[in-house]
T-cell receptor, first 113, second 109 residues
Framework: DSGVTQTPKHLITATGQRVTLRCSPRSGDLSVYWYQQSLDQGLQFLIQYYNGEERAKGNILERFSAQQFPDLHSELNLSSLELGDSALYFC????????????FGPGTRLTVL | EDQVTQSPEALRLQEGESSSLNCSYTVSGLRGLFWYRQDPGKGPEFLFTLYSAGEEKEKERLKATLTKKESFLHITAPKPEDSATYLCAVHLNDYKLSFGAGTTVTVRA
């Protein structure tokens, strides 16, 4: 158990809908990262927050957004969902923001029908 | 372009048959190389962090080494419970973590 928690574990929804994924980092970690893992793309970095502020952006679509709250938990919002958004979404956390070891949560499996 | 390449894609081993996985990278400024283990449908589990060429880290049957261009994950006398996908990742200059595609290891009893 890495100490990172994610909810829900599974999410099934329809195209065009909006969902919110939630992540709580390890105690003491200030950085939160979001990743998408699909069969044909591997693990893709989406976005990083450090102590409430956006720090780095990866291949995140405009339909996706995230935020980190004062209690350091983070939410990833996915809107106008498409079939291709079906994937595993992982959250990771680390103490610092730079070149630090990241610890991953168990993931949320999103299925868009 | 910065890139992380893992080989082989898949590795089938007999229990006790030692082997090595390779992770080669082309980044202009390595700020850390990480090894993770991932079981199907689960989150990546952290194994090792390596920061400089010549560094080695060990944990049970696993040993990770780092050179200027590549890293190796050596699995000594593997057991069936070592079956998993092993992921290599590097921190790029802009501090994003870039993952390789992974090596899926299957250990038969």
């Amino acid at each position: 158990d890495s100490g990172v928690t994610q909810t829900p574990k599974h999410l099934i929804t329809a195209t065009g809908q909006r969902v919110t994924l939630r992540c709580s980092p390890r105690s003491g970690d200030l950085s939160v990262y979001w990743y998408q893992q699909s069969l044909d793309q591997g693990l893709q970095f989406l976005i990083q927050y450090y102590n409430g502020e956006e720090r780095a952006k990866g291949n995140i679509l405009e339909r996706f957004s995230a935020q980190q709250f004062p209690d350091l938990h983070s939410e990833l919002n996915l809107s106008s969902l498409e079939l291709g958004d079906s994937a595993l979404y992982f959250c990771a956390s680390s103490v610092l923001a730079l070149a630090d070891t990241q610890y991953f949560g168990p993931g949320t499996r999103l299925t868009v029908l | 372009e910065d890139q992380v390449t893992q080989s082989p894609e898949a590795l089938r081993l007999q229990e006790g048959e030692s082997s090595s996985l390779n992770c080669s990278y082309t980044v202009s400024g390595l700020r850390g190389l990480f090894w993770y283990r991932q079981d199907p449908g689960k989150g990546p589990e952290f194994l090792f962090t390596l920061y400089s060429a010549g560094e080695e880290k060990e944990k049970e049957r696993l040993k990770a080494t780092l050179t200027k261009k590549e890293s190796f994950l050596h699995i000594t006398a593997p057991k069936p419970e070592d079956s998993a996908t092993y992921l290599c990742a590097v921190h790029l200059n802009d501090y994003k973590l870039s993952f390789g595609a992974g090596t899926t290891v299957t250990v038969r009893a």
